[in-house]
């Protein structure tokens, strides 16, 4: 006779165990996430978890600097602080070039060739025009696949919203959090149109140009303005029918920097060929740096560089505070709206209204 037990298990409403399914969370990252969910995640947690490189908790503190709720910020600030002291030890690479140079393939396979040397890299990425959507320059998860689950490296998608100086700034801090986590690589990805690159070569120390051998369009003014920034052009694609288009465009760039005024640091830029796809001419590009960075340490150049970005954080970080108090003052904002109708008007130029309004702005500070 089936006992009580069994009769349940023989019901059609009976629930039958099942086998055991794993987690959908690596565990070893849930445990760190589950303590993120107090409140009392505290900044000693966020830069202890930074400083051990915990990679999950440097990502969670990134969204930190990245937020724009005052409440964040504020944490994101004695975080920035923390880790300051235990940052500036990394290089600092900036790479741009037009959509289709190869960028990611060439993170990709320069990024594992330095892995393997022993460095450890973070790869952050300016791109004011991404909406996070098709075209994204480190959006795509397709991207940079063998990189993206090595240990030693570290990837994050630019931050999404905000003016170019705005994501300019968040990505300044991110460099110091991702060199607390002892990243001493850190490398800054762009995408060679507009103004981000010019953004770019005022947060690194050393700026790599990826461009492809064209028939010479590429010369003809538009890429000029980051030509000069560039510390190093890289003609990528160089490999199968392309190896002697590439070998003649480095001649047409080498010819064209002759051309431009040398530089204060001594450093005359180069042009190297590659191929990112088949990780060639990989070494003889970190020993160009290596070389630029042992040239600009022994000149002081280096550390001056370094020293003029700060004193240009400090301004911009002035400007921003002020800007932002000012059109965001509740009661200047009735105040500036009247004085634009003023000015359609011709009631008042708009330098006196300006002065007016920045009159009665430093006031309410008094
Ligand atoms: P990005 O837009 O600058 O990031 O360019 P991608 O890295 O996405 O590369 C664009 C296309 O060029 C892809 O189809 C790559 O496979 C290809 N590519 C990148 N590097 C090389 C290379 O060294 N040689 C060749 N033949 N193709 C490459």
Redesign the pocket.
């Known amino acids: 006779m089936a006992s009580e037990e069994n009769k349940k298990q023989d019901s059609a409403l009976s629930v039958q165990q099942g086998v055991e399914q794993p987690s959908s969370v690596n565990p070893a990252l849930s445990k760190g996430l589950r303590k993120f969910k107090k409140d009392q995640f505290e900044v000693m947690d966020y830069v202890d978890g930074i400083l051990k490189g915990d990679r999950a908790i440097l990502s969670r503190a990134i969204t930190l600097v990245e937020s724009a709720r005052p409440q964040d910020q504020e944490i994101a600030r004695q975080l920035i602080n923390a880790c300051l002291p235990h940052s500036g030890n990394s290089l600092r690479l900036g790479i741009t070039?037009?959509?289709?140079?190869?960028?990611?393939?060439?993170?990709?396979s320069f990024g594992l060739h330095l892995i393997d040397k022993g460095h450890k890299l973070a790869v952050l990425a300016i791109d004011p025009s991404s909406k996070r959507s098709k075209g994204s320059?480190l959006g795509d998860k397709t991207?940079m696949e063998d990189l993206s689950v090595n240990p030693n490296a570290f990837i994050r998608p630019s931050a999404s919203a905000g003016t170019l100086g705005g994501v300019a700034r968040k990505t300044r801090e991110t460099v110091i959090l991702c060199e607390a986590a002892g990243f001493d690589l850190v490398l800054i990805?762009t995408?060679g149109v507009g103004q981000s690159e010019t953004t770019v070569a005022q947060i690194v120390d050393f700026f790599l140009l990826?461009q492809l051998a064209g028939g010479g369009d590429e010369l003809q003014g538009i890429k000029r303005g980051i030509m000069e920034m560039a510390d190093l052009i890289v003609i990528?694609?160089?490999?199968?029918d392309?190896i002697k288009k590439a070998e003649l465009s480095k001649r047409e760039y080498e010819n064209a920097l002759h051309l431009f005024p040398a530089l204060e640091n001594g450093w005359i830029p180069k042009v190297l060929t590659?191929?990112?796809?088949?990780s060639?001419g990989l070494q003889p590009i970190w020993e160009h740096i290596e070389e630029f960075v042992r040239l600009t340490q022994a000149n002081g150049h280096f550390d001056g560089k370094r020293q003029e970005q700060s004193i240009g954080i400090l301004n911009d970080t002035i400007s921003h505070a002020l800007t932002e108090g000012f059109f965001y003052h509740p009661e200047l904002k009735p105040l500036l709206a009247s004085y634009e109708k003023q000015v359609l008007n011709k009631e008042i130029s708009p330098y006196e209204a300006a002065q007016l309004l920045l009159k009665k702005y430093f006031e309410s500070l008094k």
Not at 97 to 108: L, M, N, Q
Not at 236 to 240: C, E, L, P, S, T
Not at 274 to 278: D, L
């Open positions: 070039g037009v959509p289709g140079a190869g960028k990611s393939t060439f993170i990709e320059i991207r990805e995408v990826l990528n694609k160089a490999d199968g392309n590659a191929s990112a796809f088949h060639i």
